[in-house]
């Protein structure tokens, strides 16, 4: 699969200085409400665990949660790209997105990531890793027809925004707490205490404990799942505001995201909705009621910000080493 294609030229030099850092606050608030976030679901995991087996059930929750943890943190790239059927897009068959993104990743002072590219015509995009040395970049075919130059950088500079930002490993971390919490909820669900030799005559034992168990059932699944779309989506809002900062044009990601919200709708891409968080946009999308379960904030509300951004940036206000902006 070949994509030599030449894409218009992009209106932006390469030369234009790296960002400054405008938006310092907004990530530190956006870094410490994530950290809030985790906490919560690393506390869902603690409580079901204590119901599960006591002070011993709280310290294997504890210890599976760490392991997970581990496992997501070193491998969790390599199982994305492969769930996906991502390969290596080689330098030569297209040059241009790799200087593209080698130049991105140069203004975020942070070395290249690999490209990949997924085998489908549904347009869309992800990052994944664990830091930025061991970092990866996946493009769809489709949005490689979709998008023309300016449109998709637009796109890379928020992915590598993820990275910069570290989103890349906070989301995969949520996203598997979540899903410890959503099993252990049946398993206590199904076993009580009894699996880790918690019997009923114990404290929280009997009809009481029971009832208990029933409401972490129904209760600790859903609370996870708002919590881990409340870590999602503000991480969308910091990567909007840093891939603009880095392309120096927030109109583009504006455009783009409006014709990726469209793609989604005429060619919805259901493989591995668990990682649907990954991707610039919701790959499944859902209209309605079901929108506020979605792992991605509203694509008007994304919009909005952008181009309110863009008119700020080309006031006066636009600084010398970077722009000065926050939101």
């Known amino acids: 699969m070949a994509f030599t294609g030449t894409h218009e030229t992009s209106r932006h030099g390469g030369g234009r200085p790296a960002p400054s850092g405008g938006g310092g606050w907004h990530r530190l608030g956006n870094a410490l409400k994530t950290t809030v976030l985790l906490a919560g679901l690393t506390a869902l995991v603690l409580v079901i665990g204590q119901r599960l087996g006591g002070a011993q059930g709280l310290v294997y929750a504890g210890f599976f949660a760490v392991v997970m943890n581990f496992g997501s943190y070193w491998f969790s790239d390599k199982i994305a790209l492969a769930i996906h059927g991502a390969q290596p897009l080689p330098y030569e068959q297209a040059p241009w997105l790799h200087q593209m993104v080698e130049r991105l990743a140069a203004r975020a002072g942070m070395p290249k990531p690999k490209v990949y590219i997924l085998p489908t015509r549904a347009p869309n995009a992800f990052a994944t890793g664990r830091s930025p040395k061991h970092a990866?970049?996946?493009?769809?075919?489709?949005?490689?027809?979709?998008?023309?130059?300016?449109?998709?950088?637009?796109?890379?500079?928020?992915?590598?925004?993820?990275?910069?930002?570290?989103?890349?490993?906070?989301?995969?971390?949520?996203?598997?707490?979540?899903?410890?919490?959503?099993?252990?909820?049946?398993?206590?669900?199904?076993?009580?205490?009894?699996?880790?030799?918690?019997?009923?005559?114990?404290?929280?034992?009997?009809?009481?404990?029971?009832?208990?168990?029933?409401?972490?059932?129904?209760?600790?699944?859903?609370?996870?799942?708002?919590?881990?779309?409340?870590?999602?989506?503000?991480?969308?809002?910091?990567?909007?505001?840093?891939?603009?900062?880095?392309?120096?044009?927030?109109?583009?990601?504006?455009?783009?995201?409006?014709?990726?919200?469209?793609?989604?709708?005429?060619?919805?891409?259901?493989?591995?909705?668990?990682?649907?968080?990954?991707?610039?946009?919701?790959?499944?999308?859902?209209?309605?009621?079901?929108?506020?379960?979605?792992?991605?904030?509203?694509?008007?509300?994304?919009?909005?910000?952008?181009?309110?951004?863009?008119?700020?940036?080309?006031?006066?206000?636009?600084?010398?080493?970077?722009?000065?902006?926050?939101?």
């Open 136 to 327: 990866a970049v996946a493009v769809t075919a489709g949005i490689l027809d979709i998008l023309d130059q300016r449109e998709l950088e637009g796109v890379l500079a928020h992915e590598i925004g993820h990275v910069r930002n570290r989103d890349t490993l906070i989301g995969t971390v949520a996203a598997t707490l979540a899903g410890v919490i959503s099993y252990a909820a049946q398993m206590l669900f199904w076993f009580g205490g009894s699996m880790l030799g918690r019997g009923d005559d114990e404290e929280g034992g009997g009809l009481p404990g029971a009832l208990a168990n029933l409401g972490l059932l129904l209760v600790a699944p859903i609370a996870a799942t708002l919590l881990q779309l409340a870590v999602s989506r503000s991480r969308e809002y910091g990567a909007d505001a840093t891939g603009a900062e880095l392309s120096g044009d927030p109109d583009a990601l504006a455009d783009a995201l409006l014709k990726l919200e469209r793609g989604a709708e005429l060619m919805p891409y259901d493989r591995a909705p668990a990682t649907s968080h990954l991707f610039i946009v919701n790959p499944l999308h859902h209209g309605g009621v079901m929108s506020l379960f979605s792992t991605h904030p509203p694509i008007p509300e994304r919009v909005r910000r952008l181009r309110e951004m863009g008119v700020r940036a080309s006031g006066p206000r636009r600084a010398r080493g970077g722009w000065e902006y926050a939101y």
